[in-house]
């Protein structure tokens, strides 16, 4: 799924994957190589893009002597989930935003990553999903280990699908929806609209994100975007150009 946009002086495309799809992977690099991009943001840690290129994640019980049982107990769970799908479809997690970065730097593009740690993330699963929200998650956690849960093919993968998938999601568990979508989504465009912010243009910029982060990405910089444009008009009237460009800064620069 791909998404293009003109921000100001900076044109934005936004690739949605499949976190387990060959065809993202491919999707990625020949966006990446197309649009020869200023900048590549990736949906990584720095934490987590650690663990994928050297292959060294900390032991279970490390997790549990650094962090604490409850959160090495789900983090541990969501890995495997992602790990067993993965192998389904012949492409483990992590693969799409790999071949961002490897893909950028072939391009020379500068890469941020933007999401948040995950430690903090699961920690923040821990504490807010109810009780009956961790037992139904365990559950359905073992249902997806088994041959019985249920296959996706990439046929089904577009908006559509994911919008149905989102909000089964949000029914299934709220608390585990806010946490891993909404809040994420916010931090990821927060750390989207600093480096917009910073980075003079023009300039291209392609943001790689899972499907699941797109439609709330896109709103929020759409919503963005219209402000930006309705504060460029209000500079180009003012007779105080120097005063204006102090306001803009003080307004985007937050």
Known sequence: MRYEMDYGDKRIVIVGTGHVFKK???????????????IVCVELDAERYRALVEGNKATFMEVVRAR????????????????????????MPGTDMLAAIESAKKESSKIFFIDRNVNVTVGRLVQQMTIW?????????????????????VSQFDQSFIND??????KFSPNAYNVLIEERNDYMFDRISEILAKEPGPLSMVIVIGAGHIKGIISMLEDAKDDYEREKKRLAEDDDPGKGNDH???VWGN
């Open 24 to 38: 993202s992977v491919m999707e990625v690099r020949t966006t990446i190589a197309k649009e020869r991009p200023s």
């Open 68 to 91: 604490g049982f409850k959160t090495a107990f789900f983090g541990g769970l969501l890995s495997a989930i992602q790990s067993e799908v993965g192998n389904d479809y012949g492409v």
């Open 133 to 153: 929200e961790k037992i139904k998650t365990m559950a359905g956690a073992f249902l997806s280990l088994t041959p019985i849960r249920r296959e996706v093919s």
């Open 165 to 170: 998938i989102l909000e089964d999601f949000k």
């Open 248 to 250: 803009y800064w003080e």
